[in-house]
């Protein structure tokens, strides 16, 4: 017994000599924490209710709820608070506000604070010359504020510039370098988008979409180009154009169109019901439009596996039904490119949807032999690909990849879509779906555990909104209603942060059925409004788990939930008000503090 505890401290001393030769990671230094998007802390997180700072990062909230388009909503994405050790950098916004169509406007800025003497001090200011990519209400492109999101490394901070560029910030000193992977002057017409990503060598990793500035509305022409960008830890930069990412097809033998290809879309809004039926009930062919080329999403951050694998998310520019993850070796050449297409058989006539000829469900008349297809185009469902959706690559323990994909025809709940290392997509074992029946704007955690039978395994958290106040596939009130639970019962509004194995089967659910709006008045008093029947949406896009299995999420209605491993609620912190907004992430600190979002404020809360 002395001999092995000799021998076990020299290993402890031989362990802390490789750590110091090779510093740890930043805590939480990226989009849903590490390279591999798990959003794991590793760390027992604070379960106390003390909010001990609250910092106002985005000044312009009262004005970007006003008008039509946003109606009183938040419809802004924000960055995930970075910690590590005592510091903490956030993004912060300046400048003027006018309106949401007219987003450019604003300027973007990081700041730095640092926890001294138990206060949240700040330390430095950061402006940046990036600009986000213009609105777009009606076609592909966002019609939500696009993220602005810093990546933090052992050596430095790096935030996205201008014209596809990014800064490279001390860590200490806020100030460093402009890097424009690009020859020449930086491009007005080329942007950072998505949050930058890193991997376990401080290597960072960005998209970059070129637009056409010739165009009146950038989004109905195609894009002329697009990159993934590696930037070394010393500076070097590589910009790689997004069309030699792709191979000819993907991990199904399938062609990957080309720009000026082809591609199937969906029925005209002219012909609902859908889908439109041929005489004999069978779903008719849907019109074909010019699919555009290949490029990234705005709001996507590159996910890196263990074995430096870099994961990456790609759609055609004019049509978002022709989606891929993507991987992509660790010298920048293909590896392979999953589709998303034709993959769930959850539409006409199963428990999604009324049923055929009933409000909100598909063509009367519609042949049984095509029970499940997709309203939209009458054929299995596909993985979507939205601009507005912060959704990114999840890599699990098991080497396989996770993505949340769009699909409007199920109350725009979209799936959460499930491939192995080498791009074969896993069906869900979830009711004979093939797909987990939730995914938009979610980067789902991953929470590692031995099971009772003493196997490692992991569990996957995301949220699962059931929308109530969208129609189940279609915008004509009269076809697709609004008030689902009204017209499917048993297929209700509902709010749930959910808890899946691997398979994608339930372990879990947490409902929300909180039904008051709350906010402080002038006086500082908290005043409530019973107003949601049906309970909250989750406004999260990427949790934080700790070591002990406990879930963070923050909803609408402004609290911040605490769940444990089990999916039971043993706090809940209320921070400023009941707010419909865009999805925000939240981290844990290194103590287990938590950083959460709400109305423009990172509020942190512990103990």
Request: proline share 9%.
């Amino acid at each position: 017994m002395r001999l092995k505890s000799v021998f076990g401290a020299l290993l402890l001393v031989l362990a802390g000599a490789v750590a110091y030769a090779a510093p740890p990671q930043p805590f939480w230094g990226q989009w849903a924490r590490n390279p591999a998007h798990t959003s794991f802390a590793g760390v027992p997180a604070q379960t106390g209710s003390n909010i001990q700072a609250k910092i106002v990062y985005d000044p312009f909230v009262s004005e970007e709820q006003v008008g039509a388009y946003a109606s009183g909503d938040l419809l802004v994405h924000y960055q995930t608070p970075l910690v590590d050790g005592n510091d903490v950098f956030m993004e912060c916004k300046t400048g003027q506000y006018t309106n949401i169509r007219n987003w450019q406007v604003q300027t973007w800025c990081e700041n730095k604070f640092s926890w001294v003497n138990g206060e949240l001090q700040p330390q430095w200011n950061h402006i940046s010359d990036w600009k986000p990519v213009p609105f777009s209400a009606d076609k592909d492109g966002p019609g939500w504020e696009p993220v602005y999101h810093a990546v933090l490394t052992r050596s430095a901070i790096w935030v996205p510039g201008f014209g596809g560029s990014v800064f490279k910030l001390g860590r200490s000193s806020g100030a460093g370098p402009q890097i424009n992977p690009f020859v020449g002057d930086l491009d007005p017409n080329k942007y950072t988008v998505g949050p930058l990503s890193a991997d376990s060598s401080g290597n960072i990793y960005y998209n970059v979409m070129q637009l056409d500035g010739t165009a009146k509305d950038p989004w109905v022409v195609d894009t002329p180009n697009s990159w993934l960008v590696k930037v070394t830890a010393a500076g070097a930069a590589t910009a790689v154009p997004w069309a030699s990412l792709l191979p000819a097809t993907d991990t199904e033998g399938n062609p990957i169109p080309s720009g000026t290809s082809r591609c199937n879309f969906r029925y005209s809004t002219l012909n609902l019901p859908w889908p439109v039926l041929n005489a004999d009930g069978s779903p008719a062919p849907v019109p074909q439009i010019t699919c555009g080329s290949q490029r990234p999403p705005v709001n996507t951050a590159p996910a890196i596996g263990p074995d430096g694998t870099i994961f990456d998310i790609s759609r055609a520019a004019l049509d978002d039904y022709y989606g891929y993850v993507v991987a992509i070796n660790p010298n920048l050449t293909p590896k392979w490119a999953a589709s998303m297409r034709e993959k769930f058989t959850d539409g006409c006539g199963t428990a999604t949807l009324p049923p055929n000829g009933a409000p909100n469900g598909c063509s009367a008349g519609l042949s049984a032999a095509f029970t499940g297809v997709s309203p939209p185009t009458g054929r299995a469902g596909d993985g979507r690909v939205l601009d507005d959706s912060t959704s990114a690559v999840v890599v699990a323990p098991d080497g396989s990849v996770f993505y949340g994909a769009y699909t409007r025809y199920n109350y725009a709940q979209g799936h959460l879509m499930h491939w192995t290392n080498a791009g074969q997509y896993i069906p869900a074992n979830n009711d004979a779906l093939t797909g987990f029946q939730f995914g938009w704007d979610i980067t789902p955690g991953i929470y590692p555990y031995v099971n009772s039978a003493g196997a490692s395994t992991y569990a996957v958290i995301l949220k699962e909104n059931h929308y109530g106040d969208v129609g189940s596939y279609c915008n004509d009130k009269k076809i697709c209603p609004p008030d689902r639970t009204a017209t499917n019962p048993g297929y209700p509004e509902q709010y749930f942060i959910s808890s899946l194995n691997p398979d994608l089967t339930i372990r879990w659910r947490f409902q929300n059925t909180n039904t008051n709006s709350c906010s402080y008045d002038n006086k500082g008093n908290l005043t409530c409004t019973s107003d949601h029947p049906f309970g909250f949406e989750w406004c999260v896009n990427a949790p934080g788990i700790d070591s002990n299995g406990n879930v963070f999420a923050n909803s609408e209605d402004g609290n911040l939930y605490e769940l444990d491993a089990n999916g039971h609620n043993f706090n809940t912190v209320f921070t400023n008000l009941a707010i419909g907004a865009a999805y925000t992430p939240l981290s844990i600190g290194p103590d287990g503090r938590i950083y959460t979002q709400n109305d423009g404020i990172m509020f942190v809360i512990g103990n």
